[in-house]
Structures are given as C-alpha cells and as structure tokens.
C-alpha cells in the first residue's frame, strides 16, 4: 500500500502538528511523494527529533508555532509566503483533549482551552492559508477530526463538540471557497495507535473492549489515514468538498 503515489510532487504542504504521530507520518509520506513540507509543533525538541527521523533536507521545515496563537501563525504563514511564494495544501493535523469527567462541571478555563487548540486553531489556520491559496486560485485544506464528533464519548465531550464544529466549518468552508478552485474535506479517524490514545490502547484490558466494537477487529494504524488524507490532497478528489470521511474500521457502521 506505500506504494501507492498521490502526484503532490513539487507542493507546498503545511502540516499542523507534524512533529510526532498522524502528523509525521503524513510528513513522511508527502516527502517520499517529493513534497516540500512545512511541519510546526510548540516544542522545538519535537521539531527537531522529526527532522532527525525525516531527513527531508531542502524540502523539509520545521517551525516552531502554536496554532491557537495568531501572531505566531502570521510569522508561520509569512515564513511559508516568504520561501515558497505559495501554499498549495493544508492539513490541519493538530489536535488535543484534556480528559473533562462531565461537561456541565467544566470550568471555562478548561472549555477555552480545548475549543482554541481544536476548533480556534483550525478557524485560524484554514483561513490564514486560503488567504495565500485564494492567490493562485487553487488550494486542498483537509482537516483532521474524530468519531468523537458524531458519538458522545466520556471524558472527550469538549473534544467532540469543536471535532462537530470543524466538520460544519468544512462544509461553510467548503462552499464560500468553491468558487476560488480550494477544495475543504476532513478525515474522521477512529482510534488511531499514537500517543494521543497510548493509554487505551496500551492497557490490555481496554484495548480488548474497545476492538469488540470495531468490525475490522483492531485500531488505525497512522499509515491508515494517511492514505485518506493524500487522497483528498490530491487532483483524484478535485470534484469533492465539504465531506467527511470516516476512517474506523467500520466502528460507526453498525
Ligand atoms: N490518535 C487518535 O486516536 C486519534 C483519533 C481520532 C482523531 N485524532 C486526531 O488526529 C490528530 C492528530 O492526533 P495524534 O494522535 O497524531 O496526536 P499526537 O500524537 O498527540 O500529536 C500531536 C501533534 O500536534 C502538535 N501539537 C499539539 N498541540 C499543538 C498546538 N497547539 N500547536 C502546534 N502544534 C501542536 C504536537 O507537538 P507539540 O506537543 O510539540 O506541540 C504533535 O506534533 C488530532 O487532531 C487528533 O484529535 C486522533
């Protein structure tokens, strides 16, 4: 299946949050596809450690950036603007929770914190580089949602509902920029084998259950959306936008 070659050849991609997990593997994958890739983190020791592993040289750079912060993604946009005079392709690849035991107890403080870094962090970035890719009249923004936004799931109730909102702000997204050739899909994963989720999967006990409510009898590997999210990068998705594809195993299914 890595076989498989998307044509991204010579794009300029920024991939939110690359520096570990989905991030990196999709990194990994458009640098093998002869991509020039841009990947941010907010710790520069994980920038550094997945330059180490990607060995993408020229085509490969790595900014330090939070993305619920705009006036550090205006220094990443002009950074991308300045070298490449261009952004072909967005993927916004960062997201987080902090686990809320129930909702309505959630303070604020914590609501705020979950929303920017999901939800605000997309908004900002999305319409950062459809700024840059309104200019050449071509663009690809795919974001990176979860299950969670169609299944009320403890501890992830925050999570779901700006994972909800991401996906209705494809769809606006989607139709506002049609008409400038910039196409916005999301790719929904089920649980995905990366630190986010280390500990369901890695408890023996947990993962069992959870993998009775997956057809496909296991989780996604990163390698398993990866392939979703080139796909609606490429010129084989020109004719959709506004979509979600859900990539679980078949869990939402049944
Ligand atoms: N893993 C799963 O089971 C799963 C399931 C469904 C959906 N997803 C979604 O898939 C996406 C990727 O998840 P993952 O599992 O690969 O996560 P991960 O392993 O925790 O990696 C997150 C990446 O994002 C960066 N990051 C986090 N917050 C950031 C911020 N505010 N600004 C800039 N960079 C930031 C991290 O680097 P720093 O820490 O250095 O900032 C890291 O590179 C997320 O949107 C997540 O919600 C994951």
């Given at each position: 299946?890595?076989?498989?070659?998307?044509?991204?050849?010579?794009?300029?991609?920024?991939?939110?949050?690359?520096?570990?997990?989905?991030?990196?593997?999709?990194?990994?994958?458009?640098?093998?596809?002869?991509?020039?890739?841009?990947?941010?983190?907010?710790?520069?020791?994980?920038?550094?450690?997945?330059?180490?592993?990607?060995?993408?040289?020229?085509?490969?750079?790595?900014?330090?950036?939070?993305?619920?912060?705009?006036?550090?993604?205006?220094?990443?946009m002009?950074?991308?603007?300045?070298r490449?005079?261009?952004l072909?392709?967005?993927?916004?690849?960062?997201g987080m929770?902090?686990?809320?035991?129930s909702?309505?107890?959630?303070?604020?403080?914590?609501?705020?914190?979950?929303?920017?870094?999901?939800?605000?962090?997309?908004?900002?970035?999305?319409?950062?580089?459809?700024?840059?890719?309104?200019?050449?009249?071509?663009?690809?923004?795919?974001?990176?949602?979860?299950?969670?936004?169609?299944?009320?799931?403890?501890?992830?109730?925050?999570?779901?509902?700006?994972?909800?909102?991401?996906?209705?702000?494809?769809?606006?997204?989607?139709?506002?920029?049609?008409?400038?050739?910039?196409?916005?899909?999301?790719?929904?994963?089920?649980?995905?084998?990366?630190?986010?989720?280390?500990?369901?999967?890695?408890?023996?006990?947990?993962?069992?259950?959870?993998?009775?409510?997956?057809?496909?009898?296991?989780?996604?590997?990163?390698?398993?959306?990866?392939?979703?999210?080139?796909?609606?990068?490429?010129?084989?998705?020109?004719?959709?936008?506004?979509?979600?594809?859900?990539?679980?195993?078949?869990?939402?299914?049944?």
């Amino acid at each position: 299946m890595n076989q498989i070659s998307y044509g991204l050849k010579d794009k300029v991609v920024l991939v939110t949050g690359g520096s570990r997990g989905i991030g990196f593997e999709i990194a990994q994958k458009l640098l093998e596809e002869n991509a020039n890739v841009i990947i941010c983190g907010r710790k520069q020791e994980g920038l550094d450690k997945a330059v180490a592993l990607l060995k993408g040289g020229d085509r490969l750079m790595a900014v330090q950036c939070h993305v619920a912060k705009e006036s550090e993604i205006d220094g990443l946009m002009s950074q991308i603007s300045e070298r490449y005079s261009r952004l072909d392709i967005l993927i916004n690849n960062v997201g987080m929770n902090l686990m809320t035991a129930s909702t309505i107890e959630t303070d604020l403080g914590l609501w705020t914190k979950i929303i920017d870094s999901n939800l605000n962090a997309t908004f900002l970035c999305s319409k950062k580089a459809a700024m840059l890719m309104k200019e050449n009249q071509s663009g690809k923004i795919v974001s990176i949602t979860s299950v969670a936004a169609r299944r009320a799931a403890p501890g992830m109730g925050i999570y779901g509902i700006a994972k909800a909102a991401i996906e209705m702000m494809t769809r606006v997204l989607a139709s506002e920029l049609a008409m400038v050739n910039i196409q916005v899909n999301a790719v929904a994963p089920g649980m995905v084998r990366t630190d986010f989720s280390k500990p369901f999967w890695s408890n023996d006990q947990f993962y069992s259950q959870i993998v009775k409510y997956i057809p496909m009898g296991r989780i996604a590997e990163p390698i398993d959306v990866v392939h979703p999210v080139l796909f609606l990068s490429s010129a084989a998705s020109d004719y959709i936008t506004g979509q979600t594809l859900i990539v679980d195993g078949g869990s939402t299914a049944i």
